[in-house]
């Protein structure tokens, strides 16, 4: 099956800075790239994701980049504020059985810490 | 505003015992995520359905494990007998995006 792999396990930076998060995965195949970001107590939310059609994707201060012929995908935070620190996890999905997406494969996660 | 909702949110029960877990996916989803998540392990798959039939379910110990989805608008995960070691929140997700429920905490003495 796919491993996904994800670094760092944590990261800090200072409020206003950029953080970026690095994903690998092992399958060719997958070609839908979510990041989920869950903050403490709650669930992991959707932030951001990519199919691989497309090699970059952004939505405001956040942007996700993807190397298919390398196997890496990358979230990238610009500006970073306090409430953006949470656990962020990649994860990668391939075509299942006829459906256009089937299982997640998630990264372990990056506990990114923004210092006002 | 459509959420994947959870009961119960937060379950102590005693070794032994058993527990039932029930998610209601968002309307028109018909693929239903099971996972559950510890500081040790991260977010393990343990089960999934599309249009309410299993399609993987190798994350999940049969011996004591077992999920159902008797209709579209409801997933149950069930362990029978528990054990502390399955202490952990477990979260239903909905959807080929997989929208997250807010969790069951379940604690296991």
């Not at chain 1, 800090?12 to 790239?33: H, L, P, R, W």
């Not at chain 1, 012929?69 to 391939?94: G, M, R, W």
């Not at chain 2, 099971?34 to 190798?58: C, H, I, K, V």
Request: charged share 25%; with cysteine; proline share 6%.
């Amino acid at each position: 099956g796919e491993n996904v792999e994800q670094h760092p396990s944590t990261l800090s930076v200072q409020e206003g800075d950029s953080a970026v998060i690095k994903c690998t995965y092992s399958d060719s195949a997958s070609n839908y790239f979510p990041w989920y970001k869950q903050e403490l107590g709650k669930r992991p939310q959707l932030i951001i994701d990519i199919r691989s059609n497309v090699g970059e994707k952004k939505d405001q201060r956040i942007a996700v980049t993807l190397n298919k012929t390398a196997k890496h995908f990358s979230l990238h935070i610009t500006e970073t504020q306090p409430e953006d620190s949470a656990v962020y996890f990649c994860a990668a999905s391939k075509s299942d059985r006829g459906s256009t997406l089937g299982r997640l494969y998630f990264g372990r996660g990056t506990q990114l810490t923004v210092w006002p | 505003d459509a959420r994947v909702t959870q009961t119960p949110r937060h379950k102590v029960t005693e070794m032994g015992q058993e527990v039932t877990m029930r998610c209601q996916p968002i309307l028109g989803h018909n693929t239903v995520f099971w996972y559950r998540q510890t500081m040790m392990q991260g977010l393990e798959l343990l089960a999934y359905f599309r249009n309410r039939a299993p399609l993987d379910d190798s994350g999940m110990p049969k011996d004591r494990f077992s999920a159902e989805m008797p209709d579209a608008t409801l997933a149950t995960l069930k362990i029978q007998p528990s054990e502390p070691r399955d202490s952990a929140v477990y979260f239903c997700a909905s959807g080929l995006e997989q929208f997250f429920g807010p969790g069951t905490r379940l604690t296991v003495l």
